[in-house]
């Protein structure tokens, strides 16, 4: 769908007359054909010029169903500059027009006291553009004519006011240049001066409009009448998500935009948030008939990231959303016929993105939008903290008494006899310095005196601890990243992995006597220092890796084509009908046997071969040259 947009750089001087003078001409010039309009938007707003400074700039998106012809181009060119050259005195060709293949409505932001009302505006101009005719078009003059008289009252008040509202400090609270250096404390009952107020900005009242109250608390509590006790967790979690999101965005707009680094830290409580609703699914998948629930949720909780993406977060959204849906379907599917409540909730949940999308595309179209003009984030915090009122501090505590004499002087302690100076002495007497030594008789020399070697006592044993009492590690059994983490399980029967996808492997590390089954196709697996450990497994994309796993068994009902075997002793292999094309490798194994299934028997009637363990190694024209070792009986 073609754009045609149109920057120019103007001067609003009578902002009433202007609107009102452009919505006539845009009505008739333009919208001749209004089924051809998708939508006309508009923007206001300030840039930074090649000079420097910050001038105002006017932009028009006109959508459009077909593509335009270069007839009309010409058209809407000549239309639009001569329009703004008589009506706004724009000298030269300041501005351009831009045609380019769109698929969305790019709707501006304003940050200073305009905004409100140029949403107001828009608001009026989509429904002209969507509307089939130009029979309502007086009611809209007049709406525009009762938005723009308040445009022209905002017009009237100082730059200061107009442009961001957000530092009207009372000239009271000020310090006075008499005023001493050092500041005196309000008399008890008094208040401090206030601090800067923040203003709640549209963008914020319309994100708790449409997302807190519209979509979120209804999804709350939706989930509260159905669901169990790890889904409302994850629930509120999502909650408290967008309660974060929401301090972000007020912060956003009312403060200038900080540098990358103080950016990244008023991140950090998005970034908990999607940690925790990630942790409370992983921590909840023994709950299996919620699973698909939890990981719905789990999707869509990195949907705030769209803050740190610019220029286009509204499509960041939209795959995120569709992304939910993986998971979201199978929900629908498995409770079709049961409680349409769970249809009912993923259709809350994907609205809520879907609102979310539409929010970020009306008002932060580009980008998380700051407000150019606005206070420091050092202001902001003090505003946000409120002034400081009430009955004041209290008295200040009496003075403390004065000290006491000082403690008498505490006497040099006497140098020790012989010290380190008296080490230096004795070395410095050059030959003489073994004439103090004691010579030894053989009485006392114990390599010459066995009676003396049977008088030394010989140091004691330090006990062993008993294998019972040997610390045990924590059993873990999770999902990170692509990889699935089995560790320390003893005892399990039946540990299922499910819902296993093509990039995922499975890892299993000092598990004892426990039986893992994973259902579906897998990478690859391993097993590292487990005993007694059994493993079915359907099917594998590229190899099962053993290492150092006495007594291991090993079943594939699918198939796998690489099977490697290494340091590994007395291990069961079982392989299906599909899976008889496997390569088995195998070092410093022993008691190795591997069960074919038999031709024309039933399923499950197996023959077991071993794998050769000695090799004989002959050398044949100078090269080596080995082979199993044949038994015959």
């Not at 009372?170 to 240049?177: E, G, Q, T």
């Not at 998971?327 to 498995?334: A, D, F, I, S, T």
């Not at 006592?457 to 983490?485: C, D, H, I, Y």
């Amino acid at each position: 769908m073609p754009c045609l947009e149109l920057k120019t750089n103007v001067q609003l001087k009578n902002p009433r007359a202007f609107i009102a003078e452009f919505s006539k001409q845009l009505a008739a010039k333009v919208l001749q054909r209004p089924e051809q309009f998708i939508s006309v938007t508009y923007q206001y707003r300030e840039y930074l010029a090649f000079n420097g400074t910050l001038d105002p700039a006017f932009i028009l998106d006109i959508k459009t169903l077909d593509n335009l012809s270069p007839e009309l181009n010409e058209q809407y060119s000549k239309t639009f500059f001569d329009f703004f050259k008589e009506h706004l005195g724009v000298e030269g060709n300041r501005g351009y027009i831009t045609f380019a293949d769109l698929g969305r409505i790019n709707i501006g932001y304003v940050t200073n006291a305009l905004a409100q009302l140029e949403m107001e505006i828009l608001t009026v101009l989509l429904e002209m553009a969507s509307s089939q005719g130009l029979h309502s078009l007086a009611t809209i003059i007049k709406r525009l004519e009762a938005a723009t008289s308040r445009l022209e009252d905002l017009a009237n008040l100082p730059p200061s006011g107009l442009v961001t509202g957000l530092q009207n400090v009372a000239s009271s609270s000020l310090p006075s240049a008499s005023s001493e250096p050092t500041p005196v404390p309000p008399p008890h009952g008094q208040t401090a001066p206030a601090a800067p107020a923040v203003e709640i900005p549209r963008s914020v009242e319309a994100f708790d409009e449409m997302i807190l109250e519209g979509k979120v608390k209804p999804f709350v509590e939706l989930t509260k009448s159905f669901a169990v006790q790890s889904v409302i967790d994850q629930a509120a979690l999502v909650e408290k998500e967008f309660q974060d999101l929401r301090a972000l965005l007020l912060l956003a707009a009312n403060c200038k935009k900080p540098d990358q680094k103080a950016f990244e830290a008023f991140l950090v409580p998005l970034q908990k948030d999607i940690e925790a609703i990630t942790r409370a699914k992983e921590a909840n998948r023994k709950d299996r008939d919620w699973l698909n629930h939890l990981s719905t949720v789990a999707e869509g909780g990195t949907c705030v990231g769209w803050v740190t993406i610019s220029p286009k977060p509204g499509p960041f959204v939209a795959e995120i959303k569709d992304s939910t849906l993986f998971y979201g379907n199978r929900v629908l599917k498995e409770f079709k016929d049961k409680d349409p409540k769970h249809a009912e909730w993923v259709k809350a949940y994907t609205s809520l993105l879907e609102e979310l999308r539409k929010y970020i595309v009306e008002y932060h179209t580009t980008g998380l939008v700051w407000a150019p003009k606005g206070m420091s984030v050092d202001e902001y915090k003090a505003a946000s903290s409120g002034p400081a009122t009430g009955a004041g501090a209290p008295p200040p505590p009496p003075p403390p008494p004065p000290p006491g004499p000082p403690p008498p002087p505490v006497a040099a302690p006497a140098p020790a006899a012989g010290g380190v100076a008296a080490v230096f002495a004795e070395l410095n007497r050059g030959e003489d310095v073994t004439k103090g030594l004691r010579k030894v008789d053989k009485s006392q020399m114990t390599h010459k005196n066995p009676a003396l070697r049977a008088a030394i006592p010989k140091r004691p044993v330090k006990p062993t601890k008993p294998q019972s009492l040997a610390g045990k590690k924590p059993s873990k059994f999770a999902l990170e990243g692509n990889k699935w983490m089995i560790e320390y399980q003893e005892n399990e029967s039946a540990l299922t992995v499910d819902n296993v996808e093509l990039n995922q492997t499975v890892n299993l590390y000092g598990c004892k006597s426990s039986t893992i089954i994973i259902k579906g196709k897998v990478n690859a697996v391993t097993l590292v220092n487990c005993i007694k450990t059994s493993i079915l497994v359907e099917n594998v994309i590229s190899a099962v890796s053993v290492t150092n796993c006495p007594s291991f068994a090993l079943q594939i009902t699918g198939s796998a084509p690489t099977i490697q075997l290494d340091s590994t002793d007395s291990g069961q292999i079982y392989l299906s009908k599909d899976c008889l094309g496997v390569e088995i490798t195998t070092a410093k194994c022993s008691s190795i046997n591997v069960s074919l299934p038999e031709e024309g028997e039933e399923e499950g009637v197996f023959t077991e071969h071993p794998i050769p363990e000695m090799f004989r190694t002959m050398i044949q024209d100078g090269k080596l040259v080995t082979t199993a070792v044949e038994h015959a009986g």
